[in-house]
Every structure is written in structure tokens, then in C-alpha cells.
């Protein structure tokens, strides 16, 4: 196989025992490097481990390099742990932070770590893991730093070589192997030159206003008769699939793909070959009953599918495995699909040009457009990949569309802000020298002189705060701190539901009901459910140890505060934990099958996380394990899906 010019020149820096950070388009073929620096690693008889963002990325690159690489590879993961001792170790970036913290012996055996997709450092709610990550990285281990395009990647670079005293090498990549080609749908017409949006300009209002009559609807793709037979006519006729439809939400996901359910796109042969595999992959995958396969069954005959955070795992994966068969032709999917997930398309469709940020609706940024356009074009298949822009006229203007699809990618920056699980761990080993690591932080290396006084002060103030709340006492963790320093992100609400003896309390069903509340993100407008007398008390005691720590936060003004505990998903772990089927909880909640099955599998991460615990009772410890044989089971065993797959 002939490698690019940026590939030659990352694996020459490897084999010279250069750390290197590569910054490339999305399908540009980046994994190629990490599986020559893996291959170095065999060669010299060291360990490696290889960190994603997202626990579904980290299984396929479990599946991936355990077909690669027979008999060498591990992974773990909040809920999954097989083979841990593996020369080749797959985690999520959260565990290796947790191994680093923790001090763990472990990392002496390994001689590099993998970051991909490293941009990811300027994710809000996640982008300090990474940096916490490369700031407390061991001195022997060399990183693979891997990229979509960002700007900045000399300032990353810069600051990881600052911290760690080696330098680490860039090699950049602009062009896409396969180059991309537009187009634009605007009043049900396909125009292949953003210039001929010009014609439709009297119609651009620069932005949608709403009044109080006029509320604003969700998707207004074909507000002015944008017919998706029509683009879907476009497409097919020419040749132009299989085809990625990307929309950001998973109901209009699902009523797409059902609006199409009267085109066929498979030959006679080829829905024959969809309907075996897709009959044999339900069986392994013990799917044959679930309703949800069921009903999308009529679609895959069809060459349709469907794919969201919303589905089961295992039918996930089901769908997956159809779409690389190249046997579904249209696939209707969330951003999700697009993160790292090897699965390129011919041609790429977005629903629209604006998303949900945090709390906000704007315009895409630049790098999730091309995170979801790189999925267009087939490396050795194609020529060119087609990517078309479905347009509203009164929901965006012309130049932001411009600005989407041809301005420079947004620079990565630092979202840097310790958890109180980090602060305890660098307190316990550092004292008061905790304050001297921010100085090794990308937000140090990128703020002004007034941004860093106040990032050190948010710092102090948290110490202050775990100080008052006896966490730290006399120099020194307290019993309480040596628990919360385990309890990543859930820190503070359960070490003080221990201090006050109410998690020994707790039923074993009871343990899994409170934490349930605890990792439950609510959607805007959910509606609460009806809750049972023990999940009612539960949420009762919860929500006021939730308003103290509020109020202490509030007082000592640590942000972002703690998050508030939300029930939504009591009913059906409590009802799963005392042996309902898990098929049949969808007629207790509301909550979609893969968000239960997400929800789960967090509580199970978070009772290993108790379980593993230095401080707890015997009888505490017990009842953990206890609570995790009650729900880790059928769907929600994450290592059986790896196992059988």
C-alpha cells in the first residue's frame, strides 16, 4: 500500500522515538499511523495504550485491533474490563486520567499512549480530562497525538513539549485524499455552487424571528418546500450512495428513514443477502424478539437504516455491520456516527446547517461539519465524496453558510477546570504545591495574565471548600476525602451520603435507584415520572444533600456547580433490578432503550468505582457488588456484546 506524504512523515518520526502530533482531515487515513506505531511497540516488546473519547469508539478499535493483532489486546473501560494485562490496552481517556491520579504501577510498562482525536481538549464538559491526561503524563512515554484539522496544532505542540521537556514533532495534512464536492438543496432545488444560493438571496432573512405566536420549530429544512424525495431522487439517480443523512435529533432520525419506507434501493440479490445478514446478526446478537429490530426489519429490506444514541447497543452494531456490507444504501444518523467510527459514504447529507451548543442553537462550527463531511468519499473507491446542505432560507444567511462550509477551522481551546476528585488526588501528593501544576496547563500556556488569576483562584477556592467540608484536614485527606478522590465526577454527593451512614442504609435496589438519579441527564421538558415510595424517599434525601453543597459552592463561588440528581430513570432500574425483562421497561419510561442501557452502565461504572473504594465498609462494599449482579445483565453486560461480537 502507498502511504501519503504526511503518513511517511509521522511513521519516520515514530520509528526515531519522536512523540508526534498529526493534524488531519477526517477519512484521511490516520489510524494507519497509530497501527505502525502499535507495530514499533510489538517490535520492542512494549506496552501501548490507545485512549478514544467515546466507550462505542473504544469497542470497535477492541474489535479492530483484536482482529489485527490476535491475542495482544485489552481494553478498559468504565464498564468493561477484558484482558486489562494486554500488551495493546484500548481505554476511555477518563480511565487512563483515573490511572494516572491514582498513581498506578501499570503505566511504567507502557511506552506510548495514543491520543485520538486530541482536539477534543476544548470539548466543555470533557476537554479537561485530556488535558489533566498530558499534564500528568509519566516522562517515559512518548504520545501519538491524533487530529481532525485545527489551526493551532503548533500551540498544542508547543505546550505539550513546554511541560514535558521533549520535543514533540507536527506533521500536518490540509488535502483530503478524496476531495469533497457541494451542493445545496434551497426551494427544492439542487444547486452545485454555493454562488447559485445568490438567485434565492430576497428570500435570506438572516435568521428566523420568532414571536410569541410564531414559535420556532425544531427542523425547518423543507419549510420552503425542500422535498426530501427530491434529494433523495438527485442522489440515487446519479449513483451517488450509499448515502450518510445526518440530522441532530433521533426522532427526526427515525421519521426520515419511515418517509422513505416506499423506495427500494436494493436489487433482487442484494435484499436477499440484507435480509440473511441481517437475520443471522439478530440471532447472534439474541435480538430475534426485541421490538425495536422488528420494526426497523421492513426498512432494512428496503436498503434503509437508522442509527442513534437512542437504539440498543446491540442493534447499534447490527446496523453497523450492514452499512460496511455496503447493503443499506441510505443511513439516516446522529453527529455521533461520525466520531472516529471508520464508515465512509459516497455521498453525505445534513439535515440542516445549525445544531444545539451546550444551551444555545447556532451554525455548526466548522470542524463538526467536516467531522460529519469527511464520512463522504471512499478512499480507493471514489473520486471525489458529495456532501449537500439542505437550506432554509429564514433560518440562515448566505455568508454563514460560507463560513460553515469554507472558513478555517476553529482553534482548539483549553476548557480546563480540575474536578474535586483531581484536586484531592494532586493535594494528597503535592500539599499546597497543588497550585504550582496549573502553570502546566494548556489554559496557563494560552490566557492572559487576568484569565490565569482567576483560574488560580477558582483553584484555591475549591481547596478551600473541600477543607471546610472535611475533606481536607490538618495537611491531609480525611477518611471522607480518600473516598470522594475514587468517585470521579459524583464526588461530593455520595461521600456525604456515606458520612452520614445513608448509603449503608440502602437496599441493595435502593443503591442503584439513588445513583441512577445521580448520572441521569435530564432532557429540556422531560417530564418527571411517577415514582415509588422507596424511589420517592430516595430522591427526597438526595435533592437536599444536593442543596447544601449548592450552597456551600454557591458560598465559596466554585463553578460549574455540582450537578442536581434527576429520577427520571428510577422506575425502570428499580423494576430491572428486581428481574423485569429489560424489553418490556419501555412500558414503565419514556427514557429511549440505548439511553436506559447508557444509564445503567454508568451506574454499574460508578458502583465499581465504590467497590474499589479504600475506605468503605465491608457491608457497603458487599451490597455494591451486590447492586451490580442485579442490572448487569442481558443488554447491559457491555463485555458479553464485545465477547459475542
Known sequence: MRLDRFQREAIRHVKAGHSVLVSAPTGSGKTLIAERVIEECIKRDLGIIYTSPIKALSNQKFRDFSKLYENRVGIVTGDVSLNPDAQILIMTTEIFRNRLLDGSQRMVEHGWIIFDEIHYLDDPERGTVWEESIMQLPPHMKILALSATVPNAEEIARWISSIHQTPIYIVEEKNRPVPLKFFYQCNNKILNHINELNRFRSHFHGGFRRTRRQPMRRHPSHLTGNRLSTLINYISERGYIPCLYFTFSRKRCENLAHKLSDCNFLTGIEREKVVALFKSLLERFDLVHERSALE???????????????????????????FTSRLIKVMFTTETFALGVNMPARSVIFDELRKTYGTCFSELRVRDFYQMAGRAGRRGMDDCGFVFSRVNPNFITIEKIKNIIFAEPEEVISQFNNTYATVLHLYERLKDNLFKTYPRSLHYFQSSPGERRKAQGLLMRKVDLLKEMGYIAEGKLTEKGRLASCLYGYELPLAELYQQGYLDELSVTGLNILISGLVFESRKN??????????????????????RIFSLEKKFKVYPYSKKPHFHAAPAIEAFSQGMDFSKLYRITDIDEGELVRVFRMVIQVLRELCQAPTITSTLKQKARGAIGLINRDVIDAEKQLREG
Open 296 to 322: 426497523m426489519s421492513e426498512l432494512i429490506k428496503r436498503g434503509i437504516a437508522f442509527h442513534h444514541a437512542g437504539m440498543l447497543p446491540t442493534l447499534k452494531e447490527v446496523v453497523e455491520r450492514l
Open 526 to 547: 422531560q417530564a418527571p415520572p411517577k415514582l415509588s415510595r422507596i424511589a420517592m424517599d430516595i430522591k427526597k434525601v438526595a435533592r437536599l444533600n444536593s442543596l
